[in-house]
């Protein structure tokens, strides 16, 4: 054993006094973080440095980070206890957080410390970082805001608390067989997770089926709610921090176990499976991110994850205010932030506790829920507004759907009373709808009983007063504003983007970390030459990282010299990925039929990055697609390696902060008046990317803010598409009429991408002739028009670097940060407590 081997033999152990302090967080010194490091590793991992593993140096690394947090983490829990701030409890169903390691060592300060005392130890720190497994806990757009938004309510020092599931499996983790996508389980948590804290002591008990009765309580009609099973729902702790505030919040997430989790009797009787029956059947609730719900099971598992996790959130607040709190100035102490409708079932359930529990009448209630809930819509599809079938809401949750038929019975009362009995505005609003099946509008609810209704772009939150939720915008005009979404720029500029942050640090200091704004000073520098080549050289040194990991990872290689044509975003068919994916194939049909020459094409590396729900058939045919042509185009030496199709499977947050620092272009492309937002566009340009998009979702805001020449618009806006879809839009029409198109789609149908067998693609080439819901062939030939501007502005490097140096400038306002500083001043209004 060596000296180091040891923090009991590490001189520092004896000599310094809080090298090992039980109170406080450990010293900042490299001597500190190296005791504090060994402790970990021979005390909690039970090894010496000498005989450890690299699995048990990034566990005691992150243990050791993990030191240097608490000590705040603890005292902001203690003070938000004291002072009874008002808190924003964000509830979502996704949290998509990416790797913790590296954030919370620049949160904290830590990073040239840490990385200098493991150096001492002989231990690279590059090596730990890349062994972390990022949990999967989110699916795309959503989960990924979620995570940007705790962050910045830590940045910005507001009383919070994320809550959310501990999903054992997270979203699944893709792989390829064939081209086609396979879903394989994504087991993150198999190494162990050193950044959460489990509270079993702190566990829920939530309730599921029965029936109600009710009952005459001196005068007063209770209802009971007899639950015919139970399970836990156990929490678990993540530090949220601050950049280098000393803030730290908290993300609570819920784990489910059964309330009898084994029967030794049966086991004894060798009935082994059926002694554990309980267990797996409440595990089930949290083992895996939206199960498929294809099927009337995975439809009931869905709800039962929903209720759980808010049922688990608004018991566990409740819980935490004293004993004489007066539940009347609840609206004073909490603000529930629906993040989308996956947990709108909080409204019943805060109603069913206030009423039912805690003894309130019905109107104090109603009126105390209407001021502690606020709702974000977002999405602009009616299939993704989530509708729950009476029959499964009754069986499962019996005394709320009661209390949701109140609801809107009283509700309805009142729209009666402003418009007369107008049946057809009646059966529009109703919370219930009767056809094709009675069911529960849970987007209906949320804006029934939020304080406020959010959209999430300024176009979006346009259409969702227009076209998504308008008789409700009429009868609630108040409710209804926007806040356009953002990112966190601690995570995708200065975690992502060294280089780049680096030079922005030298060129306008170091507090637009935490003030995007200040990016505005950057213009003057797209005129200055020299800034322009440094700014150049940072984009071929991020190309070359991404080279490196696609290298290492997947066994692929970004073109030298090429143009790096990024398109990484959830697999729908509203994103159009087949939009991108025929105009790889027209270019190379073009190229192979002869009639350009190779050398026209402009070197390209066009990069895929999407996971398709395991029950969308056809977005899974899509990434069959993306793949044959791949398999296709970067094997033909006819194109001299000028075009190549690359998909590296599962994408995460992880690849995508080596793909965001190196692309040249962002493809944003969806349908005009389909995208809520997005927030990758935002990560694209503010990390030097141009945008090729239409004017869709937060396009319209960043081609408003960059300029459009620095911005490749094309496509029909929202309302040719309305008009066009009124008209009777018909896809084979356009595909007769468009040359280059039709030899696009006929190569595809001729089964050349398919090794000659035209039945593989031909559901697709039949869904695009015939259907074309989101209008791909409408748009196509606007979108290789922009996409052969595209080219040519690329040809003049200088001009292109000038055109991403100005995305970057003037896209500050898509910071996260300025996000919740309009919930807070919009429809929070919890201020700061730093």
């Known amino acids: 054993m060596t000296p180091a081997d040891t923090a009991a033999t590490h001189p520092l152990h004896a000599t310094h006094p809080l090298a090992l302090a039980p109170v406080g967080a450990p010293p900042l010194t490299v001597d500190g973080f190296v005791a504090q490091f060994l402790h970990n590793l021979n005390y909690d991992g039970g090894v010496t440095l000498s005989a450890s593993s690299t699995n048990d140096r990034y566990l005691a690394l992150a243990c050791t980070v993990r030191d240097y947090l608490m000590a705040r983490w603890l005292e902001d829990q203690r003070a938000q206890l004291q002072h009874q701030a008002k808190s924003v409890c964000y509830l979502s169903a996704e949290y998509l957080l990416g790797r913790q390691l590296d954030n919370d060592l620049i949160a904290s300060g830590l990073a040239e410390i840490a990385?200098?005392?493991?150096?001492?130890?002989?231990?690279?720190?590059?090596?730990?970082?890349?062994?972390?497994?990022?949990?999967?806990?989110?699916?795309?757009?959503?989960?990924?805001?979620?995570?940007?938004?705790?962050?910045?309510?830590?940045t910005l020092g507001v009383p919070s608390t994320g809550y959310g599931i501990r999903y054992e499996y997270g979203i699944f983790r893709q792989t390829f067989e064939d081209g086609q996508q396979v879903e394989q389980p994504d087991a993150w948590l198999a190494l162990g997770s050193p950044w959460e804290f489990p509270h079993p002591e702190q566990a829920q008990t939530i309730s599921f089926g029965g029936a109600t009765s009710t009952s005459d309580d001196a005068g007063v009609t209770r209802t009971r709610w007899t639950p015919a099973w139970t399970v836990h729902a156990v929490p678990y702790n993540y530090m949220v921090p601050g950049f280098q505030n000393g803030r730290v919040n908290t993300l609570r997430l819920w784990s489910a176990v059964a309330t009898d989790a084994f029967d030794l009797r049966i086991f004894n009787a060798g009935d082994y499976e059926q002694a554990v029956r309980a267990q797996t059947f409440a595990e089930n609730i949290s083992k895996v991110l939206y199960p498929e719900d294809s099927t009337p099971q995975g439809k009931e598992l869905r709800l039962q994850q929903q209720y759980f996790f808010v049922a688990a959130s608004i018991a566990d607040f409740l819980d935490r205010l004293p004993a004489d709190f007066d539940l009347a100035r609840l609206p004073d102490r909490v603000i529930f932030q629906l993040n989308d409708t996956h947990p709108v079932i909080a409204v019943p359930e805060l109603m069913r506790v206030l009423v039912d529990e805690r003894g309130m009448d019905w109107d104090a209630a109603w009126a105390i829920a209407q001021q502690c809930f606020a709702y974000t819509c977002h999405t602009l599809l009616p299939e993704a507004l989530e509708v729950w079938p009476v029959e499964l809401l009754g069986r499962l949750l019996p005394r709320h759907l009661e209390i949701v038929y109140r609801i809107n019975e009283e509700f309805l009362a009142a729209v009666r009373a402003r418009y007369g009995d107008d049946e057809m505005r009646i059966r529009d609003m109703s919370i219930i709808a009767e056809f094709p099946e009675r069911s529960v509008r849970m987007a209906y609810l949320a804006a029934v009983a939020g304080s406020r209704v959010n959209g999430v772009a300024e176009l979006h939150s346009q259409l969702l007063r227009e076209r998504v939720l308008p008789a409700f915008a009429e009868f609630f005009p108040q409710k209804f504003t926007n806040v356009t979404n953002g990112v966190t720029p601690r995570r995708f500029l200065r975690l992502a983007n060294p280089g780049l942050s680096a030079l922005l640090t030298e060129a306008l200091g170091d507090g637009w970390v935490t003030d995007l704004d200040r990016l505005r000073g950057l213009e003057p520098f797209a005129e200055d030459p020299s800034f322009r080549a440094a700014f150049a050289e940072v984009k071929a040194a991020n190309k070359r990282r991404l080279n490196d990991v696609l290298q290492a990872r997947d066994g692929m290689a970004v073109g030298d010299g090429h143009l790096v044509d990024v398109m990484v975003k959830r697999l729908h068919e509203y994103k159009r990925q087949l939009l991108k994916v025929l105009h790889v194939v027209?270019?190379?049909?073009?190229?192979?039929?002869?009639r350009i020459p190779v050398s026209a094409l402009q070197p390209r590396t066009v990069l895929f990055g999407a996971k398709a729900a395991p029950g969308y058939t056809m977005a899974k045919r899509i990434i069959h697609l993306i793949n044959a042509v791949g398999s296709v185009v970067n094997t033909d030496p006819r194109l001299d390696g000028r075009l190549q199709v690359l998909f590296p499977p599962n994408y995460n947050v992880t690849l995508a902060e080596s793909v965001i620092p190196a692309a040249d272009l962002s493809e944003q492309i969806s349908l005009a008046g389909k995208e809520a937002s997005g927030t990758g566009n935002m990560k694209f340009a503010l990390n030097g990317a141009l945008t090729i998009g239409t004017d869709d979702g937060a396009n319209v805001e960043i081609r408003e803010l960059v300029g459009d020449d620095n911005f490749f618009l094309f496509g029909m806006a929202e309302p040719e598409v309305d008009r066009l879809d009124r008209a009777g839009y018909r896809p084979s029409e356009v595909y007769q009429a468009d040359a280059e198109l039709r030899r696009a789609i006929d190569l595809i149908a001729s089964g050349a991408l398919s090794g000659g067998d035209r039945s593989v693609f031909e559901p697709i080439v039949s869904n695009l002739l015939y259907e074309d819901r989101f209008m791909v062939l409408a748009d196509f030939s606007a979108y290789v028009a922009a996409q052969a501007r595209v080219d040519a502005a690329y040809a003049d490097q200088d001009a292109w670097t000038r055109s991403a140096i100005l995305n970057v400038a003037r896209c500050g306002f898509f910071s996260s940060d300025r996000s919740i500083r309009d919930y807070i001043d919009r429809i929070w209004h919890t201020p700061p407590t730093l």
């Open 586 to 594: 027209s270019s190379y049909e073009s190229v192979v039929s002869g």
């Open 115 to 154: 990385t200098e005392a493991l150096a001492t130890c002989g231990i690279d720190i590059a090596e730990l970082r890349g062994h972390e497994i990022e949990p999967g806990l989110g699916n795309g757009g959503l989960g990924r805001l979620a995570a940007c938004f705790v962050d910045s309510l830590a």
